[in-house]
Every structure is written in C-alpha cells, then in structure tokens.
C-alpha cells in the first residue's frame, strides 16, 4: 500500500482529509408515517439499524422494502473537551430526502437532496462532561416524483426498470475537530496549454488578520511546487505554474489517464502571520485534460476510444451503499479487467470513495443527475440546486470526464414539443458548463439532444447487422440523425448542431438477459428483464460479441457504452451477476470488448477448457 493509500485510509471526504471519527454502526430507529411524531422529543425508538444501510437492505437489520414516509435515527458518543479555538463539525455523506438533526434537543440544520453532503456546526450545543446525542428524521415520500430519485420505485414493488426504494441515512456519519479558522473548500483544475495546476480555496473564521496559504505539490519524492499564498478576503486563486520536462516521455509520466493514473499529492496549510498553523489538510489533484475536437472525445490532447459500461451501483445486501471500500475497488477491478475503459453511473452520485478510487486505478467516469420524473417548478428548483451541489462536490475529480443532467428526456417528458423544457436543458447544460468549463456536458443522454457536447444514442437493436448498418454511415447528418429513430425517439431537436461537428457515441445498447443454468438461476433470474435473451454461457458470449464488433470500431462513433455491469434486482442483463460473478469467462468478454487491436475486429472467443472450468466451479459455489 502507497503512502497516499494509507493516509486516504478510507476517509469519506478524500480530496480534503483531516483527523475524523466515523459513527456508522449502530444506532436506535424507528419508521412510520410522518404524523405519527409531533416531536423529536417524544419518538418511541422501536429497534436497532445499522448505519450507513438504509432500511430497505438486508445489511441494515431492517430489510422492509413497503411504503413509509419517516424514519428516526439516535445515538450517543462520548466526546473529549475541545481546545480553544476549536469546532465540531458533523457531517453526513448523504441522507435520502429531506433530513432534520438535532444535537442535545437542539435543531441544528435541515438539507434537502438525497445524493449530496452536508454539515453541522454543533460546537454551541455540546454539553461538557456529558454524553452527547443525536437524533436524524429523514422525510422521504415514496410516491413523490418531483423531486430527484433515480431509479427508486414508486410502486410499492419494484417494476420494468426500477428497483426498490432508499429511505434515510445511505451513506457515512462522521465528526471532524476543526479551527475556527480554516480552509472551507478546496478546488483543483490542470492546464497542459500552460503546464500548471488551478488552486480555489475558500478560508472561514476570524478573517481580518493576515493569513497565508502555503501549497506543496508532489509525485512521490518529487516536489513539484512549494509555495505561499496571500489570503484576500477569504479567498485563494491561484495558477501554480510546474517546471515543463519537455521530453514527451517526461511529460507523460506526470499525466493522469486509465493506463497510467498518475495523481499529485497535495499538502495545504493555513498559516497566520507569525507562521503558526490554523489549518492543515490533505488532498490530491492530477495533470490532464479532457475536450471534443471535431467527431473525436480527446484525453490529454490526444483522441480516445472510449469504452464505457453502464454502471447502476446497487448490491445485494447492501442497495445503494457499498458493502465496504474493498467493494468499490473490486467493482473498479472487475470493470477494467472486462476491457472497459470507464463507466457511465447511471442515475446515481456515487460515493466520494468510488470516485478516489476511480481516480486511483485509471477508470473514467461519466456522473449522470439521478432524475425527478415530473416537469413542475418545484422539481425544477430541486434538482437544480441538488446538481450543484454535484458540481460543488466533485469538480475536482480527475477521473470525470463528463457530466450528464438528464437521461432520456426524464422530467422533461414533452420535450420535442415545449420550449419551456427545452430551455430547461439548456439552462441546467450551461450552468455546468459555467461552473466546470473544463469538462464535457451531455444535456440529455439517450435522444432529442437540444444542447450537448457528445450526442448520446441509446439503441437496443439486437441484430449486429443492423447496427452495423446503421453506425457504419458516412453521412451520419442526413442518413442517421434525420431518419432513424431508435426507441421511437428522433435524435436531435431543432438547433442543435450534428453531424462530424460533435462526437457521436452509442451510450446505450445490448443489455442481453441471461439468468445462467438452470441448477444456478432462480425463479427471478429466470423471468427477469432485458432487452434480448441468452440460452447458455455460449450463447450469451457469442451475442456479446457479435454486438461489440458491430459497433466497436466504427470511424464514425466516438466510442460507447455497454447495459450492463452487473444484474441489478430484477433485470438480468449484465456482464456479472449481481454477486459479481461473470456469466461468462471474464478473459473472453474482455477480449470481445476491447477487440485485437485499434482497428482489428477480435476472433471470435473460443472457450478456453482451463479458464472455462474454473469459472464454472466458481459459479455453482454461487448457490
């Protein structure tokens, strides 16, 4: 394990680390329906859940998938005096929907959005020598589909596409000593034009005393840059200008990409005028640059294929929350060793931990707005504010390389037809493109793109031939976005721009169900979704492969992405089960993946005796 590994440890806020405590594990619950409490105070603590599992999983203690609208979180820690001069915060990575927190019976904040941070201020109400408490409601409507929920059913059984519900705390709970004066958010970009590294830091506290910001940047035992920064008004913008290597192969080896993710440890002081530190955290960044140019998706001004896998991000035992870190390594693992280059996580912020370990490992990331499925104001001013809150949180990840607000016109459901929501997507792609002008936005993924940067097709035609036919077009304008309609849905709306101006990629397509052998699969592998159907481990690796050969290497598509990763509850159409065993040798999806060469369609795969019997002991031990 590498010093940044263990100095990451598995902090869940690793681009800005200090000492932290966590309080997951066990705390006392209850659920019911919101009218049931009239306050904090008088909620009758029914049972014990384990955090950060929401109570519809298994891993949780709880397992109840119905319907219920409010749920109570409490629990006790013993904490030491503070210093002068010091604050407690308490954060929580995300809590599903609108959550109130008290400490010590004192309310001290209230959030709304199910996929963002935030944090409390709870110095002012600790009681000194006394045990302190907390106690969590999280209101969260089951049938309410004006605010962002992704792909949590509204029915009280999970149907089509959707999967069960997430109610309440999802995600850590941790307690963070801070000085009053201290560094409140941290904000990296790169420039390879300029061979530097952009710093945003925003300072809170007692302001008016001089104070500087010291940075030092390095790659091992390298130092990049060790300098001192005023601090004006609170704020630190600065362009730290790093020593060019010249040499191509010098200057590749400071650069992030999947194949050599280089990162930059960053260490950051606050310091006053006397040199005394206030402040002090740890973080990262990386040299790279991500664009469009032309038809082509460029990584570090060079064009890339991208090979994407649609990502879900739900367990078994666990739903939405990863079962540990090991997890999110594991699934980051298994996607590179299947031949994908990235992921495009559909419908859900991930944890802040995946994205470390994105960034980490090499894996690009496409992060997608989990939607509402209404057009009202009130769903407008909610996912608006929430994906800023997105922007805010992960902006200075390396390893997202594009940012996706809506996926298939959900919540702007008569978009073809009103300009109101037209505008809506244009607004909600231009404010990204302001608050992140670094990176690619694609407005509405899957058809009717009104403003994007990667037209996104979604298409589930299951016959190679076909798709073949359709992507292996020169005029791409007037023989594909004009005329075909996968889906039933036209391509493009009126005034945004096609053809090889922007690139073009398949970002969803295949989604072949096979549940596996009749002595493995049950009776919800046997009836479950996709959108084509396998017999046998042949059949489904043969299908793969003839879908992958027809669009893999086609000049007029920028790259694309693959349904799915992973079985996810009901649908049955991935890569691996859910368990994340392979429904095929692992060695042969990713040789049909990624093919024999830049240009080369792969052989078609023949099952290795040694690898193929190795791989079906591990799938009995499924069961």
């Known amino acids: 394990m590498s010093s940044l590994d263990e100095r990451t440890s598995t902090h869940p806020r690793p681009q800005m680390r200090r000492p932290w405590q966590s309080l997951d594990g066990t705390w006392e619950f209850s659920k019911g329906r919101d009218q049931q409490f009239a306050q904090h105070d008088r909620v009758v603590f029914e049972t ?3 955090v950060p599992f929401s109570p519809e999983t298994e891993a949780s203690g709880i397992a109840d998938t119905g319907f219920y609208d409010t749920v109570w979180y409490r629990r006790t820690w013993e904490q030491p005096p503070l210093e002068p001069g010091q604050r407690l915060m308490l954060h929580f990575e995300a809590v599903d929907w609108r959550a109130t927190v008290w400490v010590n019976g004192k309310r001290v904040r209230t959030h709304e959005g199910g996929y963002t941070p935030f944090q409390a201020d709870i110095t002012s109400e600790l009681v000194p020598g ?39 705390i999802w995600q850590s709970v941790w307690l963070e000593t801070v000085n009053e004066e201290r560094i409140h958010a941290l904000h990296w970009t790169s420039s390879l034009d300029r061979w530097e590294i952009g710093l945003e830091a925003l300072i809170i506290g007692q302001l008016p005393q001089p104070m500087q910001l ?22 630190v913008h600065r362009r730290i200008a790093l020593s060019d290597p010249g040499i191509d192969d010098f200057r590749n080896a400071l650069l992030w990409s999947p194949s050599s993710p280089t990162l930059i440890e960053a260490e950051v002081e606050l310091r006053a005028s006397d040199g005394k530190v206030l402040d002090r955290v740890e973080s990262y960044t990386a040299l790279r640059s991500v664009a469009t140019q032309g038809d082509r998706f460029i990584l570090n001004g060079r064009p890339m294929n991208l090979r994407l896998v649609l990502d879900q991000g739900y367990w078994p035992e666990t739903g939405l929350t990863p079962p540990d870190d090991a997890a999110l390594r594991k699934d980051i693992t298994l996607v590179k060793d299947l031949g994908f280059n990235g992921v495009r996580k559909h419908q859900k912020i991930e944890s802040a931990r995946f994205l470390y ?8 990331v496409w992060e997608e707005m989990p939607s509402a499925y209404r057009y009202t104001t009130q769903s407008i001013r909610r996912l608006t504010h929430e994906w800023m809150d997105v922007l805010e949180r992960d902006r200075s990840h390396p390893c997202i390389v594009a940012w996706v607000p809506f996926n298939e016109s959900w919540g702007v459901p008569d978009l073809p037809d009103s300009p109101a929501q037209r505008h809506y997507v244009q607004s909600l792609y231009h404010m990204t493109k302001t608050l992140d002008p670094s990176r690619p936005v694609i407005g509405n993924d899957g058809w009717e793109s009104v403003a994007t940067d990667i037209i996104g097709i979604h298409d589930y035609d299951d016959k190679p031939a076909r798709m073949m036919a359709r992507y292996g077009l020169n005029e791409v304008e007037s023989k594909l976005l004009k005329r075909e309609r996968p889906g039933g849905r036209i391509l493009t709306l009126e005034g945004q721009q096609v053809g090889c101006e922007q690139p073009l990629m398949i970002t969803e397509f295949g989604g072949i169900a096979y549940g596996g052998p009749p002595q493995v699969q049950d009776v919800a ?10 017999e046998t481990p042949e059949d489904f690796l043969e299908r793969y492969r003839a879908l992958l050969e027809a669009v893999r290497d086609m000049p007029a598509l920028a790259g694309f992405c693959y349904t799915q990763f992973t079985d996810t509850y009901q649908e049955i159409n991935g890569l691996l089960y859910a368990d994340r065993t392979p429904k095929a040798p692992l060695q042969q999806i990713a040789r049909a993946t990624s093919g024999n060469g830049a240009h080369a369609p792969a052989a078609t795969p023949e099952f290795d005796p040694v690898v193929d019997q190795a791989w079906r002991d591990e799938l009995m031990r499924r069961k």
């Open 357 to 364: 370990w994105a960034d980490r490992m090499g894996l690009l």
């Open 48 to 50: 014990s859940i384990q």
């Open 214 to 235: 010291a940075v030092r940047l390095r790659v091992g035992d390298q130092v990049l840059a060790n300098d001192t920064y005023q601090v004006i008004a609170g704020e």
């Open 130 to 168: 006394s045990t302190q408490t907390v106690v969590v409601r999280a209101q969260d409507d089951p049938a309410d589909l004006a605010k962002p929920r992704g792909k949590q059913d509204w029915l009280r059984e999970p149907h089509s596409i959707w999967y069960p519900r997430t109610t309440g």
């Open 525 to 534: 592998d046997a009836e479950g979704w996709g959108y084509s159907r396998a």
